[in-house]
């Protein structure tokens, strides 16, 4: 079973921290689908330092959630380790980790995320510094490399491992490759034979046969699931049950996911209020609409939603649909 310091999972799936995603209210939709790890979206650690308002509120972790792994990020020790500080006295996070795979130009601009990917050195200085400073577990989540032409993912690994890092979540994409091409698995397996700290494969986990074979090719100890979950949190008990028994779960109905979508939405209201809540809604109910028959309009009529209701009733009229297309066909 996955076991990051004294933290340990009840199983080997975790929810990747997905930058204006993993906010609470996703985290335990994710949560009670089964997952094992949930990882809450990236937080500057500038912001943390500074106070500033919406980072504090990312903070937030509800107690449901746990164990829960809380990113930051940054490029300059002393506010990394001062976030990191911060997180460890003052939050619920059960494990605080470092980014060091954002690919965005405004995170590398920073001297952060993949940026370090360059530098080992600086991986260990860094990770070092956050490590002495907390008692919480401390992971990395980095990616193979930067570019075809460097890749350090072994080195890097290492250097986390050395500097007293629990554990390493790698993609296995390049910087350059940003979310394209082929995630390569025979790096990650190479990383995972050159460390004794767990290893969290992440990158093109898509089904949950994917999960499986990433697990028997690589011999990584935890799978990380990301864009997959997206509107699907059924994904993540699909994979933890084939994981434990090799049978595939059932789909879920319209009806099951417009559910699920309404409890997300009434979540986010709860955390962010009906004005934030509702407009960042719209790209998740569209992601929980993929797959539903004719719902390119009604995708449409979503991204005009300004209200609770006015989103309440589009998915109801989804629901309603269904079960007349259901009734017909039968």
């Not at 007293?164 to 790096?187: F, K, L």
């Not at 986990?205 to 699907?232: C, F, H, Q, S, Y």
Request: charged letters at 25%; glycine letters at 8%; hydrophobic letters at 40%.
């Amino acid at each position: 079973m996955l076991k990051i310091g004294d933290i340990e999972m009840k199983n080997q799936v975790v929810l990747a921290p997905m930058a204006g995603v993993c906010n609470s209210a996703f985290r335990l939709t994710v949560k009670e689908f089964g997952a094992g790890l949930v990882c809450a979206e990236m937080i500057s650690d500038k912001g943390i330092v500074q106070k500033n308002e919406k980072t504090m509120n990312m903070l937030y972790i509800d107690e449901r959630e746990k164990p829960l792994s809380l990113q930051i990020f940054g490029g300059e020790k002393e506010t990394l380790v001062e976030a990191a500080r911060f997180v460890d006295q003052n939050t619920n996070a059960d494990i605080i980790d470092i980014n060091m795979g954002c690919p965005v130009n405004k995170i590398i601009k920073c001297e952060a995320g993949a940026r370090w990917l360059l530098e080992p050195n600086k991986i260990y200085d860094m990770v070092s510094a956050v490590v002495e400073a907390v008692e919480k577990p401390v992971t990395v989540k980095m990616r193979i490399g930067w570019d075809d032409e460097h890749i350090f993912a072994v080195e890097n690994a290492q250097a986390v491992e050395s500097a007293g890092g629990a554990a390493v979540s790698m993609h296995g994409r390049t910087r350059v490759q940003m979310y394209e091409g082929v995630a390569n698995w025979d790096i990650i397996r190479k990383v995972k034979q050159s460390i004794n700290i767990p290893l969290i494969g992440n990158g093109d986990v898509k089904t949950p046969e994917d999960a499986k074979r990433m697990l028997d090719e690589t011999g990584v100890d935890g799978v990380m699931i990301g864009r997959a979950a997206l509107g699907n949190p059924w994904m993540i008990y699909q994979t933890v049950k084939f994981l434990e028994t090799g049978e595939l779960a059932g789909e879920p109905t319209v009806k099951e996911k417009m559910d699920v979508c309404k409890l997300h939405l009434d979540r986010l209201i709860a955390l962010k209020g009906e004005y934030v809540a509702v407009r960042e809604m719209r790209k998740h109910a569209a992601w929980y609409l993929k797959g539903i028959q004719g719902n390119g309009k009604i995708r449409n009529a979503i991204n005009e939603c300004l209200t609770r209701s006015e989103l309440i009733d589009l998915l109801d009229y989804i629901t309603d649909g269904a079960e007349v297309n259901e009734k017909q066909a039968v």
